[in-house]
Structures are given as structure tokens and as C-alpha cells.
């Protein structure tokens, strides 16, 4: 029995393990319940009394060594395992490209001309998507019953008081003419929601860009020339754009913004709809009334403001022919804008 020990002893010493297989195949042998050690206890019964303690002692050092050999043979399987997955790296190989994303095209758009009109001194104000009557409506001197607060038009949330979602960005302006006393050259970018149908032209809820300018002198040729600069440096440097009377009631003169058509370079086409000319905003002197009414003397001060959407500035540059391309998230359209970044 000495002997089987001595050998199984040297067997365990030089005993190699490389992968699992072979590291179970250790356990089964020489740890398990059925090792051969096992079996050699269970031997003892047949060994002469007074060797016994003897040879008790050399299985129970039998047993501690494959245990210790068992626990080495597990950490260098390990860290086969680990060098093989380690492999060196083919510095030759090329690059993986980082696949970064892009800014909305309504995002890019927005920085746009807040970047524009930064230049010439205007800051960016922000307000409330949920406004009360007086600065969505009343304060920008809308009449009782003009049609733009009847339910068709404006998402009410609660009526006396009329607490509604705003329907344009011209309540900050109000906001920041409460605040701040003139001069004030201020760009107000946001969402705006009205009330109709969502089709290929119109969205529900879309976002703005609206300018306010009030100072001593402020005339309508500034308003003329800051909206010429403003689409030259959007559309081209040989945009003309051209007023067209209209009427808001927060302005007085008010106008609808034109741009040559730089698609077709006022040849006609389908988005000039052949009159050479495209619909980009409305403007006008700010109403006396309206600076009244944020306590602004009207005697001795005046203002422009003017109003875009960023959805129908972004179409009309990137010739996109659906509103509803901007919310869908389609990964196809929204991977265009890559570049323009
Ligand atoms: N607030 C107007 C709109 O939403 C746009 C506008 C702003 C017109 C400022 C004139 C002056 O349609």
C-alpha cells in the first residue's frame, strides 16, 4: 500500500492540466467521492492495527496534496484561457470607425440662425410651453373674439383663467418685456401647438424662431434690412426678399416675408409654386398697444418683431416635402443630416 501511495503521489506532482477536460478528468481521479484515494480509505480496514496510524497519515497527505495540485491545476487552466483570448492585436489592421450621430435637421436649422442673428447682438430667450391668456393672447392685443383663441386653433388645458398650450413664441417675447426694459434684442426658439389636422404640410405641435427688437428710432427699413441680412446669410448671398402687406394684431405695419426662390433662382418651379418667390415668416412694427401692455412707452420707444417656423425654413433648404419626417425618427432620414453638422 506504501507503494500505490508513493506512486499515486508522484503521478499527482507531475500531473499537467491545460484545459477542462483534463482538469475534470484530475477531479474524478484523484478528488472525488469515487477517487482512488476514497478507495484507499476504505482499504484501511484491512491493514494491521498498528500501521494504521502510519499509513492514516500518509493518505490524509495524499488527500491535502491532489487538493493543493487540484487548486493550482484550476488557476493555470485560468489563464490558458485568458492568454488565448489576449490574442495581439494586428496593428495593420484599419480602424473601426466610431459611428457618431448627427443633430436633428430642426436642431441645426435653430443653431443656425440664433447664430446669425447673435452676430448682430440678439440674445436667446426661453419661456413656458404652458401659457396663461395674457401672454399667449391678451397682452399681444388679440381682440375678444379674434378666431385664433377659439378651440379650432388652441390646445385650451383649463378655461377662467385660460391656461392653454402656447401657439406661438411671441408670449416669451411679452415675458421678456415685462422683465426687461429696453433696449432689448431678443430671439425666442420653441414648440409651439395649434390645433390641426397633421398632414404633409402642417404638424400639430412644430417650433418657432421669433425676433424682438425695441430701442429709441427702431423704423421699419431696420426690420427691412435685419430680415435681408438675415436671409442672405441663410439662403445665399443673392436672396432678395420682398413684404407683402398682411396683418397680426400684435403689429402694426405687418408683413409676410418672402424669399427669392434660390431652388429655381426665380425661374419657377414647384416650391415657388412658379412665382419665384417663398413664404418664409411674418413680421411688422410692434403694436404700440402691445408695448403698452408690458409697460413700454410707446412714445418713446418702437420695435420690430417677426416670427419663422423652423420646420418650413428646414424643408424648404433641405427640400424635404413632409413635416412628418421630422418626428417619425427614421434612422434613413435623420442620417442625411450627417454632413451638414
Ligand atoms: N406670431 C406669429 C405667428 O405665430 C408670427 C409673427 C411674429 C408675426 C412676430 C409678426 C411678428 O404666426
Redo the contacts with the bound molecule.
Keep these: 500500500m506504501k507503494e500505490k501511495v508513493e506512486a499515486l503521489k508522484a503521478e499527482i506532482t507531475d500531473y499537467v492540466a491545460a484545459k477542462n477536460d483534463e482538469l475534470e478528468a484530475f477531479r474524478l481521479k484523484f478528488i472525488s467521492r469515487k477517487s482512488v484515494i476514497t478507495d484507499l480509505f476504505a482499504d484501511m480496514k484491512n491493514i494491521a492495527p498498528e500501521d494504521r496510524k502510519e499509513m492514516g497519515q500518509l493518505l490524509n497527505e495524499l488527500k491535502n496534496t491532489a487538493r493543493d495540485k487540484f487548486n493550482k491545476l484550476i488557476a493555470s487552466v485560468e489563464n490558458t484561457k485568458k492568454e488565448s483570448t489576449d490574442a495581439p492585436i494586428d496593428l495593420t489592421l484599419p480602424p473601426i470607425p466610431d459611428t457618431l450621430g448627427s443633430l436633428h435637421p430642426l436642431s441645426i436649422t435653430k443653431k443656425r440662425i440664433l447664430e446669425i442673428f447673435e452676430r448682430i447682438g440678439f440674445n436667446v430667450s426661453y419661456g413656458p410651453e404652458i401659457e396663461d391668456d395674457w401672454h399667449n393672447f391678451t397682452a399681444l392685443n388679440f381682440p375678444e373674439n379674434h378666431p385664433a383663441r377659439e378651440m379650432q386653433d388652441t390646445f385650451f388645458i383649463e378655461k377662467d383663467p385660460d391656461i392653454a398650450l402656447r401657439?406661438?413664441t411671441?408670449s416669451v417675447q411679452v415675458r421678456v418685456m415685462e422683465k426687461q426694459k429696453p433696449p432689448i434684442r431678443t430671439l425666442s426658439p420653441g414648440r409651439v401647438f395649434r390645433n390641426e389636422a397633421i398632414s404633409v404640410r402642417a404638424h400639430c405641435i412644430f417650433h418657432?424662431v421669433?425676433g424682438l427688437y425695441v430701442d429709441k428710432n427702431v423704423s421699419f427699413a431696420d426690420l427691412k434690412q435685419t430680415m435681408l441680412y438675415f436671409a442672405r446669410e441663410f439662403f445665399g448671398k443673392n436672396t432678395k426678399i420682398r413684404l407683402r402687406p398682411s396683418y397680426?394684431p400684435?403689429?402694426e405695419p405687418?408683413a409676410e416675408l418672402d424669399i427669392s426662390c434660390f431652388i429655381c433662382g426665380q425661374k419657377g418651379c414647384k416650391i415657388c409654386k412658379h412665382t419665384g418667390w417663398v413664404e418664409i415668416?411674418?413680421?411688422?412694427m410692434v403694436d404700440p398697444n402691445v408695448l403698452k401692455n408690458c409697460d413700454i412707452d410707446p412714445e418713446e420707444y418702437t420695435g420690430f418683431?417677426?416670427?419663422m417656423g423652423i420646420e418650413r425654413i428646414t424643408m424648404l433648404k433641405y427640400q424635404i416635402n413632409d413635416i412628418r419626417l421630422f418626428t417619425e425618427n427614421d434612422i434613413r432620414f435623420l442620417r442625411q443630416f450627417k454632413s451638414v453638422n
Excluded at 415668416?281 to 411688422?284: A, D, Q, R
Design positions: 401657439t406661438h411671441s418657432q421669433e397680426f400684435f403689429t405687418s415668416g411674418g413680421c411688422g418683431a417677426f416670427g
